[in-house]
């Protein structure tokens, strides 16, 4: 274990034979989810959701909780449960500017119980500054908050993916983080300087619906996951890449890290035995079958249910990267 001004960062088991396995498993995830997301943007985004959305969810946790045992307990976590099931009730009430405006208030409130929990002295004073105009800024223009809040959720995973490789050896750690760059940073770029445009288009030209539903043409979905009044060319760019970062973020919780981090499982096992082994996977796949009836009799219900019980994957997420920050910027230091 390591302590860092109140935050104890768990130690971890060595890495290295995964490093090169894990990021050949992440290009070939990469050549095919943008595939996907530029040749079926609507399908991949929305059946993507249906099949993996609650699984993801269950894994996610379990990974978070068990690699970061040390920073969710507590009347911590009992403050971080509180708040986030706060934003659940708002997502089930009818949207609308109150109930939004209270969703990005407690989602500060947690930036600012993790900044409390993290820091002291003048960088505290420093961080709730930065949250409070962040606060004032999200409240000003809520639309761009909950575009923001949606992509930026996708890009999470290389913060722990980073962390993960730190115990790999310093070869095999370049290619794999250059792998995630690409796939987090790079790809994205491209789609929306227009590379693939045509492919796009292509796309929206053919398009069927999901059994003709008008709901589901590239153009209003892409309305979800766009910053408001944008062309629609660019709406589309922003449809292709949720759809390409959402497939990488269920093959990183899905796929790489349970595969390849089953020491983080153990300890989750050891600290919730009720679901140790296969018992969580059973159950994000129950919730799933049980979610997927709700999208099939009405997919707009299905996908508020389903914002409601992911906002503790998506929040608990807040604490755990603050002190991955604060963590690797020390390590740095002392590296130094």
């Known amino acids: 274990m390591r302590v860092s001004r109140?935050?104890?960062?768990?130690?971890?088991?060595?890495?290295?034979?995964?490093?090169?396995?894990?990021?050949?498993?992440?290009g070939l995830a990469t050549v095919a989810a943008l595939a996907l997301a530029l040749r079926l943007p609507v399908t991949t985004t929305v059946l993507g959701l249906v099949v993996f959305g609650v699984l993801h969810n269950v894994l996610e946790l379990r990974y978070v909780v068990g690699r970061f045992d040390a920073v969710l307990r507590g009347p911590f976590l009992m403050l971080l449960g509180v708040l986030i099931t706060g934003v659940l009730v708002c997502r089930l009430l009818p949207v609308g500017a109150v109930t939004r405006g209270v969703e990005i208030g407690l989602c500060y409130v947690v930036l600012?119980?993790?900044?409390?929990?993290?820091?002291?002295?003048?960088?505290?004073?420093?961080?709730?500054l930065i949250v409070a105009v962040a606060a004032a800024v999200s409240l000003t223009f809520p639309a761009y908050h909950f575009v923001?809040?949606?992509?930026?959720?996708?890009?999470?995973?290389?913060?722990?993916?980073?962390?993960?490789?730190?115990?790999?050896?310093?070869?095999?750690?370049?290619?794999f983080r250059a792998a995630n760059l690409t796939w987090v940073v790079g790809v994205p770029a491209l789609i929306l300087a227009g590379v693939f445009d045509p492919l796009l288009r292509s796309a929206s030209a053919s398009?069927?619906?999901?059994?003709g539903v008008a709901a589901f043409e590239p153009v209003k979905?892409?309305?979800?996951?766009?910053?408001?009044?944008?062309?629609?060319?660019?709406?589309?760019?922003?449809l292709a890449v949720f759809a390409f970062m959402q497939t990488m973020h269920y093959v990183v919780w899905v796929g790489v890290l349970p595969r390849y981090a089953p020491d983080v499982s153990a300890r989750f096992d050891a600290r919730i035995p009720a679901l140790r082994?296969?018992?969580?996977?059973?159950?994000?796949?129950?919730?799933?079958?049980?979610?997927?009836?709700?999208?099939?009799?009405?997919?707009?219900?299905?996908?508020?249910?389903?914002a409601a019980g992911a906002s503790y994957h998506a929040y608990l997420e807040f604490p755990v990267l603050l002190a991955l920050l604060l963590s690797y910027r020390r390590t740095t230091q002392g590296a130094a």
């Open 207 to 211: 398009f069927a619906g999901l059994g």
């Open 6 to 26: 109140g935050i104890t960062v768990p130690a971890r088991r060595s890495t290295r034979s995964a490093g090169p396995a894990a990021t050949v498993w992440l």
């Open 221 to 238: 979905l892409a309305a979800t996951y766009a910053p408001p009044a944008l062309a629609a060319d660019l709406g589309l760019r922003f």
């Open 277 to 306: 082994g296969g018992r969580a996977w059973l159950l994000g796949g129950g919730l799933a079958l049980v979610l997927g009836v709700v999208f099939a009799l009405d997919y707009a219900q299905g996908k508020t249910l389903y």
């Open 148 to 175: 923001v809040l949606t992509h930026l959720h996708n890009v999470v995973p290389l913060f722990f993916l980073w962390e993960w490789s730190r115990t790999m050896a310093p070869r095999v750690r370049r290619g």
């Open 112 to 128: 600012g119980a993790a900044c409390v929990r993290a820091l002291r002295g003048a960088w505290l004073a420093l961080a709730l």
